[in-house]
Each structure stands twice: as C-alpha cells, then as structure tokens.
C-alpha cells in the first residue's frame, strides 16, 4: 500500500470534543455539556462577558491541553495508521503551547510526523505545503474550506457545533471506527 499524508486538526477531533467542557463549568459555576456547545464560537453558547472569558482562557489554555482527553478510538486508529503513512498534525493552537503540545502527544503515545500550529483557523496553506490527501477536522467552516481548496476529501467529526449540509468532498462521520472503515474503503480506491 502506498504512503499517504494524513491531515489533522488537534482539539475536537484527536482530542474529545468535550474536553473543555469541564474547565468552564468550574471556572464559572455552569453545568454544561457537550450537546449545550452548538456554536464553535464559545462566546455565543456561554453568557459571560467576552473579555472575561478570553481572560480565563487565555490564563487555562496551557492546562486544558495538557488535560485534554483522547477522543475514543483515536489512539488505536492512529497507532495503526502511523505505521504505514505520514501524520501531519495542523491545528489553530498557537507557537505558545508547542511544548506542552508536544508533551501531551508524548504522555499519550502518539507519534507525529509533522506538528504545525499555525496559530489560526486558516489550515489551506499548511495543508498544501505538506501535501494532505486527506483531512480531519470538527469545525464545520474548517473542513468545507480545506476540501474547496485543497480538493481532498475531509472526514468531519460530528458535534452538537458543526452542524450544516456538506459538499460531496466533506464526509460527517461519527466516531473513529468509522473513519477508519472509509479511510480504508478510500486506501483501496
């Protein structure tokens, strides 16, 4: 089997989706949960003055990286894949958490070939520049822009916040296992 190059984004979609969903229950005596998160944008789920809550997340980001759990199945279906093809890890986390990224692929076992965080939701171009041939990704604008530009087919994890039709290039898929099952439906295309 050929080598390809695997694209992914980091939170939400290697990382559970719900990961932050505890921190800001605590730090602001809230009881959400996953299904409450149906918009990207935080600040238009939570009712917490803005500046507030990027002060908060900014002063937490480092911690709930660090904390943040794998997604079920994810470990397991990139174990398999990083033996055969390359995995190319873009996310919109910033240089400032490089290491305590680093560190969390580490503390989880999970090997990488590259690691770009670029800092903002703009993946098109690290994408291209590492020549992705497939994406994964949990934000809905994220994957639709990736797969018009690149022309590759993007595999979006569904979330209560990620919600809409989808072109043809762009598959909704609901777990691990089944992005394994259409990425190697896909490998023997």
């Known amino acids: 089997m050929k080598k ?3 694209g992914f ?18 730090a602001f ?17 939570v009712d917490i003055p803005d500046k507030v809550f990027t002060n908060w997340y900014d002063k937490k980001e480092a911690d709930i990286f660090t904390l943040s759990p794998l997604a079920t199945g994810a470990k397991e279906v990139l174990l398999e894949w990083g033996k055969h093809h390359e995995l190319i890890f873009i996310s919109a986390r910033g240089e400032n958490v490089l290491e305590v990224t680093k560190e969390w692929f580490i503390n989880h076992g999970i090997n990488y070939d590259h690691l770009e ?13 590492y020549g992705v041939e497939i994406f994964f990704e949990d934000k809905y604008e ?4 990736i797969a018009k ?13 990620n919600q809409g039709s989808l072109p043809n ?3 909704r898929v609901f777990n691990w296992k ?3 099952n259409w990425v190697e439906k896909w490998f023997n295309c």
């Open 4 to 6: 390809r190059k695997l």
């Open 9 to 26: 984004d980091i939170d939400g979609t290697i990382t559970c989706p719900a990961a932050i969903v505890p921190f800001i229950n605590e």
């Open 29 to 45: 005596q809230l009881q959400l949960t996953l299904s409450d998160l149906t918009d990207y944008d935080l600040l238009k789920v």
């Open 117 to 129: 965080l670029i800092g903002s939701h703009e993946k098109v171009d690290a994408a291209k520049k």
């Open 142 to 145: 994220n994957a639709i822009e």
């Open 149 to 161: 530009n690149c022309h590759i087919p993007v595999l979006l994890f569904d979330t209560p916040y």
């Open 169 to 171: 290039e762009v598959k």
């Open 178 to 180: 089944e992005a394994n």
